[in-house]
């Protein structure tokens, strides 16, 4: 596969990480894909929604309180005074903190709450600083996420072989139709499907993969992302597996989906 940076995105692409069940590789997906694109030179901001905050301290960081998007979305703070620079070059980080479990609640009494995401982001998208803004979306469908992908250009869904994958693809598809429709966000769309922790030795995975793949054609990334103990270690050490383990399986499959997803969004940009 080609590895060669692709030209820089014309503008900051907003892309949401998601899937309304949890373990499929989401905040995996989001660490590394950023870390493997900042690898690429390109300027990447992570957005951690999760009150978990797992892909905070996966790069590194501890949660504080108050540095966050929620005193964002309150209008308690100011964006600009909330990202958090990591310890790798290119990559910037709004952190999550446990206080982003109230969100929800705050959000829901303002007006246009779908929109409360957007409207945060609206000083970064203007200042043009990052090529890509990555959302880790909570593993719900609370208006948290809802608002987040109504900001968002495009969503990545992860996914394991395991049954009911395709029934939690047909959640999030709807989700995404019924954005569109109401005009909340009417050219968001499917990114890709991202294939996770694959175990090509098993019969499930296959045929999991294979269903994906007759019923989503193009949407789902020649990419998969294999099962790989050094990729389920690296979040302990508070670092990316392109820095934990750079020669393992899966940061290859990580560098490999990196440029795969830069490839597909410049043929948008192409389309637009």
Known sequence: MNTQPAPVPARTRVIAVANQKGGVGKTTTVVNLAATLAERGRTVLVIDLDPQANATSALGLRPRRGISLYPVLTGAADVADIIQPTRYENLNIIPAEIDLAGAEIEIARQDDHLRSVQKALHRVLDASVFDFILMDCPPSLGILMTSSLAAADGIVVTMQSEYFAMEGLSVITDLIRRLRENGVNPHLSIEGILMTMYDGRTRLAQD?????????????????????????????????????????????????????????????????
């Open 208 to 272: 999991v993969r294979d269903e994906v793949r007759n019923h989503f054609g193009d949407l789902v990334y020649e990419t998969i992302i294999p099962r790989n103990i050094r990729l389920g270690e690296a979040p302990s050490f508070g670092k990316p597996i392109t820095d934990y383990d750079p020669g393992s399986k899966g940061a290859q499959a990580y560098r490999d989906f990196a440029v795969e997803f830069e490839r597909r969004v410049r043929a948008k940009e192409a389309q637009a």
